[in-house]
């Protein structure tokens, strides 16, 4: 079992940065990859970030240049660090972590306005 719980998201606008955090607790070391996943209304779940434990990344087109994936072991955390925000950013945001099993966390909003 992974528990995953999210935090720091919140209003920002365009153009702002946001820094989101995934703390991983339970059988974290049978874990393959972990993601950041987002879901705007009315649309999919889309993958945003993906970073695998040996440190690989890799980004949708929408946000390459922008978002930055990062993993502090130490803390048993995964960052996504969002810069440039603009609104079709703007989402419910979930972290994702990939063992032979799918654990999701419970996402946090975010809103990108002016």
């Known amino acids: 079992q992974v528990q995953l719980v999210e935090s720091g998201g919140g209003l920002v606008q365009p153009g702002g940065s946001l820094r989101l955090s995934c703390a991983v607790s339970g059988n974290r070391f049978s874990i393959n990859a972990m993601g950041w996943y987002r879901q705007a209304p009315g649309k999919q779940r889309e993958l945003v970030a993906v970073i695998t434990s040996g440190g690989s990344t890799n980004y949708a087109d929408s946000v390459k240049g922008r978002f930055t994936i990062a993993r502090d072991n130490a803390k048993n955390t995964v960052y996504l660090q969002m810069n440039s925000l603009k609104p079709e950013d703007t989402a419910v945001y979930y972290c994702?972590?990939?063992?032979?099993?799918?654990?999701w966390g419970q996402g946090t909003q975010v809103t990108v306005s002016s």
């Open positions: 994702n972590a990939r063992t032979v099993l799918l654990y």
